[in-house]
């Protein structure tokens, strides 16, 4: 087992590694921007460095910086969290040519699968179920020549897309040529990589994810289903497991398709496979995510499993002792994300000092943050500054226990979306579970 890893993150996933981390007996460095100076992870953490700047791009981006770091102090594993570096293949190669163990997935494998093309492709040739589409369009002309195959409405997507950046939807013919040279642009200036394919526009379909385990002598382990349907703007803002929509039955051919997907492409760590499910009960793959999800704590706690844990046993080298047949989901658990966003002004990001806090308690209840009171939120990262997880015997139980969740937590010196979840899970849509990734966008207040 590692002795030393360092946490290439910031905020409430920093705060997991090291909590995880050290309940494992493993001692933790932490990294840190000059905006972060008196962030939770600093403290929390054995040893701790600051590597830049405040702006991420000369800070927590910064990969010869992290790994100087990592080599100084002797880390032998570097955890990246998610976002950020997580899914950088030049990160974890440069990790590993300085004998310094990613805990992710293979170069090879990111570089396959962070490439949504590419990925979209393999799957195809493997036999799971993909969007109707086209593989890479280079040109206007040639993305209006595959639009009149595919059909309209279609999806202009960015080869290296992700959070949402480098996707257009398109409606009409006339809208294509404009909705493409944007997406290409903001492709380039988010991933450098302004590469574009497009995919059939599929309405009032539900957005599945599989949550994968795999380690290096072929065993793979698939946790169930959670359902992210509540989605704005492309981002997720609530997720729950397991899925309403999903019989049995359905589960199984998900699995399935799930372990084949991951054994074709020879995964190894967690990773989460997202597929569009439709109201006729198909379901088409979309993409995979090759780290550690922001939601991962829903699957963690309706199976019992720590998956930060297992991504640090499997990079060492240990093997699953968890069999698919030991995969239980008998609870109901549902996840809000908490941001600090003013929702009343278009969920503009909203920043200052936490004047006052009070994390709500209770049985199966979990608050995931980096907050404390005092804390002075800096206007350089994401939005999201906690997440609310809770988890019952029935759904209907974990929605009663997330409404009083959500009205005993309390977060005084900045605005954030706890009332929209509230409002949310009043819905009839959340509460017969039939919303879709679109019920957001028609919602009306």
Not at 9 to 32: D, L, W, Y
């Amino acid at each position: 087992m590692f002795s030393k890893i360092l946490i290439a993150n910031r905020g409430e996933i920093a705060v997991r590694v090291i909590r995880a981390c050290k309940e494992m007996g493993i001692s933790t460095v932490a990294v840190f921007s000059e905006a972060d100076r008196d962030a939770l992870h600093v403290s929390l953490a054995d040893e701790s460095y600051c590597i830049g700047p405040s702006p991420a791009k000369k800070s927590y981006l910064d990969m010869a910086a992290i790994v100087t770091v990592a080599k100084g102090c002797g880390a032998q594993a570097v955890h990246p969290g998610y976002g950020l570096l997580s899914e950088n293949a030049a990160f974890a190669k440069l990790c590993e040519d300085h004998g310094i163990r990613f805990i992710g997935a293979p170069c090879e494998v990111m570089n396959r699968m962070g490439d949504k093309d590419a990925a979209r492709r393999t799957m195809r040739d493997a036999g799971v179920p993909v969007i109707p589409g086209c593989d890479l369009v280079a040109t206007a002309e040639e993305a209006r020549r595959e639009a009149e195959r595919i059909g309209y409405p279609l999806l202009i997507k960015a080869r290296a897309g992700g959070g949402g950046r480098g996707i257009r939807r398109v409606f009409t013919p006339e809208a294509l040529e404009a909705a493409f040279q944007s997406a290409a642009a903001e492709a380039q200036s988010a991933f450098g990589d302004g590469a574009l394919y497009m995919e059939k526009l599929l309405t009032h379909v539900k957005h599945i994810e599989m949550q994968l385990l795999c380690d290096s002598f072929g065993n793979v382990l698939c946790l169930g289903e959670r359902d992210c349907s509540m989605q704005r703007k492309n981002q997720k803002i609530l997720e729950e497991s397991p899925a309403v929509c999903v019989s049995p039955e359905l589960r199984a051919q998900l699995t399935k398709a799930t372990v084949l997907a991951a054994k074709t492409v020879g995964y190894l760590g967690a990773g989460t496979i997202e597929y569009l499910l439709t109201q006729d009960g198909h379901f088409y793959f979309m993409e995979m995510n090759t780290r550690l999800q922001v939601e991962h704590p829903v699957t963690e706690m309706v199976t019992g499993v720590d998956l930060v844990k297992w991504q640090i046993r499997i990079a060492c080298g240990q093997e699953l002792n968890i069999r698919q047949e030991d995969i239980r989901i008998e609870d109901h658990a549902i996840e809000c994300r908490i941001n600090a966003e003013d929702t009343a002004h278009d969920f503009r990001p909203s920043c200052g000092t936490i004047s006052m806090l009070h994390v709500p308690g209770g049985p199966w209840v979990r608050f995931d943050t980096a907050l404390y009171q005092g804390y002075a939120i800096p206007p350089f990262y994401d939005s999201m500054i906690a997440k609310l997880i809770v988890s019952a015997h029935t759904r209907a139980e974990a929605i009663r226990k997330m409404q009083a969740a959500l009205c005993e937590m309390v977060v005084e010196g900045v605005e954030h979306n706890a009332q929209m979840h509230i409002d949310l899970l009043c819905d009839q849509a959340f509460i017969d579970g039939t919303y879709t990734t679109d019920y957001l966008a028609n919602r009306k207040a």
